[in-house]
């Protein structure tokens, strides 16, 4: 998986090793609009496991979780977040970084998140959020650990940021 990322809004710098943003691709037409998530012919698909849409209300978090072996593709599908990454992999040279993204509807892409990430987001705004997740592989719950949002594990603070 190639390393780096490309500007989005609210995008923390520098990035993650192995975070892949990417921009996609919105066809309206007066009717509505279609949004492109990811493909099977994409250069950067490597498989699929499952896809599921996660709703997160304003200012609710869900984090943190870390996959052992699937790779996420978050794309903000409504609303606006805050996801924030941190990179605990030993060995990683991004290894004690944080990685912020605040997301809406004005910087649709598709972010790609690599196992070994801690990762959580966080609902911005009025409305709830809608997140599609095209990960990998199916929910396996003995390859997620989870902890508390609040966590001192983790050095963010959810409370003092956005």
């Not at 390393?3 to 009717?31: F, H, M, Q, Y």
């Not at 498989?47 to 709703?55: L, P, Q, T």
């Not at 990685?99 to 972010?111: K, T």
Request: charged letters at 25%.
């Amino acid at each position: 998986m190639p390393d780096g990322t490309t500007d989005v809004i609210g995008a923390s710098d520098p990035g993650i090793k192995g975070v892949r943003i990417t921009p996609l691709i919105r066809i309206p037409d007066e009717r509505g609009q279609v949004m492109r998530m990811l493909r099977a012919d994409d250069r950067y698909f490597e498989r699929f496991g499952e896809i599921y849409f996660s709703m997160v209300y304003p200012g609710k978090i869900k984090a943190w979780h870390i996959h052992s072996v699937m790779t996420l593709n978050y794309a903000l599908v409504t609303g606006r977040i805050n996801l924030v990454l941190f990179d605990d992999r030993e060995g990683s040279s991004t290894r004690g970084r944080i990685q912020e993204l605040v997301l809406d509807e004005s910087n649709y892409c598709l972010v790609t998140i690599p196992k070994g990430i801690w990762n959580g987001f966080k609902g911005l705004g009025l409305t709830p959020s809608i997140v599609a997740n095209c990960a990998t592989d199916p929910h396996d719950p003995n390859e997620i650990r989870r902890i508390d949002p609040f966590a001192t594990d983790i050095p963010y603070d959810w409370a003092l940021n956005k």
